[in-house]
Nanobody, 114 residues
Framework: VQLQASGGGLVQAGGSLRLSCAAS????????MAWYRQAPGKQRELVSL???????NYADSVKGRFTISRDNAKNTVYLQMNSLKPEDTAVYYC?????????WGQGTQVTVSS
């Protein structure tokens, strides 16, 4: 499974960004797709995930502001980020968990200016 993330950038506080992660390869094996983030000097943390059945989960810090979704026809997962805060600044990573293990995409930088 290969994951290609895109959509990061620089935005002012209160703004919005949408991240995309396109999966290719043995995508039939994917059960869960997720977004993680890692800020400088901090551990990587789970932001949100969506299961193959459509169930979602969010970190408390992003609930009500971020929305994860998946387009099965395009094998793509999205993270819509609204009301962005400077503390959302991080490198965001796409992750997929399948029957054969876990996979990571390259990171995409999100910078929120105050």
């Amino acid at each position: 499974v290969q994951l290609q993330a895109s959509g990061g950038g620089l935005v002012q506080a209160g703004g919005s960004l949408r991240l995309s992660c396109a999966a290719s390869g043995s995508i039939f094996s994917i059960n869960v797709m997720a977004w993680y983030r890692q800020a400088p000097g901090k551990q990587r943390e789970l932001v949100s995930l969506v299961t193959s059945s459509g169930s979602t989960n969010y970190a408390d810090s992003v609930k009500g502001r971020f929305t994860i979704s998946r387009d099965n026809a395009k094998n793509t997962v999205y993270l819509q980020m609204n009301s962005l805060k400077p503390e959302d600044t991080a490198v965001y990573y796409c992750n997929a968990i399948g029957t054969a293990g876990g996979y990571w995409g390259q990171g995409t930088q999100v910078t929120v200016s105050s």
